[in-house]
């Protein structure tokens, strides 16, 4: 384990920057490489500017530091994506084949690829969505990790390329912004309440989706990175579940620690993709292959979350804001 190197691409997204801390936690500071289209004021590691639609600045990098494992993190997510199509297609599209040819020509031995809820559409049965259920995403986000799970796939059986792959739900975490997403809402609600201020919610409230909260997005990441190939039966994109919840049971829940805490529900064209999407999700391959359980129900994340965003603004009792 300690002699991977890692590069992280897109590490300073929502997930990216948590991730980061976590991989540097296990194989040491110098053997994780942070990388994006700009430097984040706070890095402190390694570092490297990395636009992924460059493959042979990838290359590069990939040489100078002899990484033997990427995680691809770089991406335009479901909301943002549907405001330009085409740039999203070639961002997500372009930069994942871009890694999977470099990881490929310098023998790269891992990868992993985010996938996502939004490969399902209208077709997948909505409650309990199985891991082979039907994919017909409408949006190109969803498209491009259904094209990109097929390439997975596909450089795993023609070449041997061990990429893995998660479908994430919607991340909750206090540590970082979401960007760009569907489920964002369920991230900027927390920090809404924990100010004191009324929460205008993109979704209506009875939208059930799945999430999941951070420390178990990056558990999981991890530990499918970490398992056995052998283990690993689905080489598209693991299903991977943990709370699943609508916008007025998670207002609820917040409302247990901020009685004061009010919600608008003003849907806009988010709901629309929302609607298409899984309300909950069967992970029970991820489980059976390589263990994965998910340890935060919906009042866990909501009483992590709250504790995090007073620490962070000041608003801990006994602390100077
Ligand atoms: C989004 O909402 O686009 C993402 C996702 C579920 O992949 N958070």
């Known amino acids: 384990m300690s002699r991977n190197k890692i590069l992280v691409i897109g590490a300073n997204g929502q997930i990216g920057s948590v991730l980061i801390e976590s991989l540097r936690n296990i194989f040491g500071v110098d053997n994780v490489i942070a990388s994006d289209i700009w430097k984040n004021e706070d890095e402190n590691g390694r570092f490297e500017i990395i636009n992924a639609l460059d493959s042979a600045r990838i290359a590069e990098v990939v040489d100078k530091y002899k990484i033997n494992q990427i995680y691809h993190l770089a991406a335009i997510l479901s909301a943002k994506g549907e405001d330009n199509p085409q740039q999203a297609w070639d961002i997500n599209m372009n930069s994942l084949m871009n890694v999977f040819e470099v990881a490929r020509e310098k023998g790269v031995k891992r990868i992993f690829f985010p996938s996502s809820i939004a490969v399902f559409g209208n077709n997948a049965p909505k409650n309990n969505t199985p891991q082979d259920a039907n994919l017909s995403p409408n949006t190109v986000y969803g498209i491009s990790k259904v094209a990109g799970e097929l390439w997975a796939e596909y450089y795993f059986d023609k070449y041997g390329l061990d990429v893995r792959s998660l479908r994430y739900p919607g991340v909750i975490g206090y540590q970082s912004e979401p960007g760009g997403g569907t489920t964002d809402y369920a991230v900027d609600i927390f ?20 999430m999941i909260y951070m420390a178990d997005a990056i558990r999981a990441t991890i530990e ?9 039966s689905v080489r598209t994109s693991y299903n991977l579940a943990s709370a ?60 992590d979350m709250i504790f995090h965003l007073r620490e962070k603004y000041g608003l801990l009792a006994g602390s100077a804001v």
């Open 191 to 210: 920090h809404y309440a924990v100010k004191g201020e009324t929460y205008h919610c993109f979704l209506k409230e009875k939208t059930a989706l799945p």
């Open 244 to 303: 699943s919840f609508t916008p007025s049971e998670l207002a609820d829940s917040i409302k247990t620690f901020e009685p004061d805490f009010k919600i608008i529900y003003k849907p806009d064209g988010r709901q629309l993709i929302a609607e298409s999407w899984p309300a909950s999700i069967d992970d029970n391959q991820a489980r059976m292959d390589w263990g994965w359980k998910p340890k935060y129900d919906l009042q866990g994340m909501t009483a």
């Open 224 to 232: 499918l990175m970490a398992a056995p190939s052998v283990n690993i």
